[in-house]
């Protein structure tokens, strides 16, 4: 499967932002999808992930009560709404994806597919 992210950008604090990860040359439904984040200086970190069908997520802790993960599996995409941005979620973010769907201690080495990333700045 390839993954193409999008929807990055400048945004001022408080802003809100979505992202959009299409996905091409597989069985869309067959994959968990997650996104993941990288600030400057730091390591990659997992962000929120959605089940096949849509119906089970789980966020990190930073971004719970401000991101919300969705998927339309008729357009094979998936989406991250970003509310309530801070400086701190400047990052560059990256869709991934893989057949088994985890619901905690997520890491990088749990996504076998990865998407090139797009550049999320939270700036005034």
């Known amino acids: 499967v390839q993954l193409q992210a999008s929807g990055g950008g400048l945004v001022q604090p408080g802003g809100s932002l979505r992202l959009s990860c299409a996905a091409s040359g597989g069985t869309f439904t067959n994959y968990a999808i997650g996104w993941f984040r990288q600030a400057p200086g730091k390591e990659r970190e997992f962000v929120a992930g959605i089940s096949f069908s849509g119906h089970v997520y789980n966020y990190a802790d930073p971004v719970k009560g401000r991101f919300t993960i969705s998927r339309d599996n008729v357009k094979n995409t998936v989406y991250l709404q970003m509310n309530s941005l801070k400086p701190e979620d400047t990052a560059v973010y990256y869709c991934?994806?893989?057949?088994?769907?985890?619901?905690?201690?997520?890491?990088?080495?749990?996504?076998?597919?990865w998407g090139q990333g797009t550049l999320v700045t939270v700036s005034s």
């Open positions: 991934a994806a893989d057949r088994k769907y985890y619901d905690s201690k997520v890491t990088v080495n749990d996504f076998a597919y």
